[in-house]
């Protein structure tokens, strides 16, 4: 086979985000990967000022242009964003969000930004909702837009004409961060938790396509059937967290459930869990299912969303069925009663994680989605 042609890339990954959150992870992992593999002549980080993203960047020594956020409109910005870009000589702008996707139209419409532009979609949201959105994603210096998992691509369907614009590449996990696969029991210590208590826990944003409601339902059914020992744990924080804390208190199930918060120790604590329990009802993807399966813990998660291409069912995992909390608590029992059948997930699932969702692996999955289209602009001048 001869081998693809390579073009010398000076990129921009361009975010408009301030939160941190699975997207904002994985700009700083491909930061990391196109340096370590030397996939990049040169690279920076646009985003806003005092987000999270640019906390982590510049704390890793990492190239950042921070600005300050007024709005998706900012014509200002926008025409500094083509100064920027021609500054640094890049020949690439690689946009990870809904904002920063606007500013870098505008820039391009309004300023004659040259370089082509690259789309990067991890939502299963509608983009067709208005005239303004749905243009934008067809606009002409749109060259490609890749998204993680298939339901991504059948979203985008209602809006982008070009469907072969649409690529699949997959998540990716950063394996050497999670390297610890044993229990220390500092849950158990933290929280009182008996040592022959199992810990059943979940790690996710308590947003409404989490479901984090179907979550405590079936601790609910789990603790009713009374066959296992154990303490279910809840990380993160969010809008929702409120209503599920009402649920879990009218359900009687305070002494069950354990709140930790927003938690930064993630490969710490994910290690300690028996059991990961994933109960959302329109997701994506799932990285932290990747996560969990970097630390050899067994999962049961719903069969929806991107979940099927991250989940081989009863070979790495066991799927669930959507907001079924007796089919969860049902999946639970089977899988903490066999302990061969938790020895089978731990491997096959790490060895699923290593040879499709790697940093390696998705990171030259970008790269040479990129690279064809520098390739295609290349051709394009010279012609």
């Not at 370089?115 to 208005?130: A, F």
């Not at 998204?147 to 050497?176: E, H, W, Y």
């Not at 899988?335 to 290593?354: A, I, P, R, V, W």
Request: charged fraction near 30%.
């Amino acid at each position: 086979m001869p081998k693809k042609e390579k073009i010398t890339m000076r990129l921009i990954q361009f975010t408009a985000g301030t939160s941190w959150r699975g997207h904002e992870q994985k700009i700083i992992y491909l930061y990391e990967a196109f340096k370590d593999y030397g996939l990049v002549e040169d690279q920076w980080i646009i985003c806003p000022h005092d987000s999270e993203i640019s906390k982590v960047a510049e704390s890793k020594g990492m190239q950042v242009i921070t600005f300050d956020l007024k709005s998706e409109y900012d014509l200002k910005f926008s025409k500094k964003l083509k100064a920027i870009c021609n500054e640094k000589n890049t020949n690439m702008l690689f946009i990870h969000s809904s904002k920063a996707h606007t500013l870098a139209v505008i820039s391009s419409l309004l300023f004659g930004l040259k370089i082509p532009l690259v789309l990067c979609r991890t939502l299963t949201k509608r983009v067709d909702t208005n005239f303004f959105r749905k243009w934008k994603y067809n606009y002409k210096g749109i060259k490609k837009i890749l998204c993680i998992t298939q339901p991504v691509v059948d979203v985008l369907k209602f809006a982008v004409k070009d469907t072969s614009k649409l690529r699949i590449v997959g998540i990716l996990t950063d394996i050497k961060k999670f390297t610890k696969t044993k229990k220390t029991g500092i849950l158990h210590k933290e929280f009182n938790i008996p040592d022959d208590y199992k810990i059943i826990g979940n790690i996710a944003d308590f947003s409404d396509f989490k479901d984090h409601f179907t979550w405590v339902n079936t601790v609910k059914e789990l603790v009713s059937r009374n066959n296992i020992k154990a303490k279910y744990i809840l990380v993160g924080k969010g809008a929702l967290e409120a209503q599920v804390r009402a649920q879990v208190k009218a359900l009687n199930l305070e002494e069950h459930i354990i709140f930790t918060g927003f938690r930064t120790d993630i490969p710490e604590i994910l290690p300690e869990f028996d059991l990961f329990l994933f109960t959302s009802k329109d997701e994506p993807a799932g990285g932290v299912i990747l996560e969990s399966y970097a630390c050899r813990i067994p999962v049961v998660a719903a069969n929806a969303g991107g979940v099927p291409e991250l989940v081989i069912d009863k070979e790495t995992a066991l799927l669930a069925k959507v907001e079924n909390p007796i089919d969860f608590a049902d999946k639970v029992e089977l899988l903490l009663q066999d302990e061969e059948l938790q020895e089978k997930f731990k491997t096959n699932g790490y060895e699923f994680l290593k040879n499709n969702f790697t940093k390696e692996v998705i990171a030259n999955k970008m790269f040479e989605e990129l690279n064809e289209v520098l390739i295609a602009e290349n051709n394009r001048e010279v012609s």
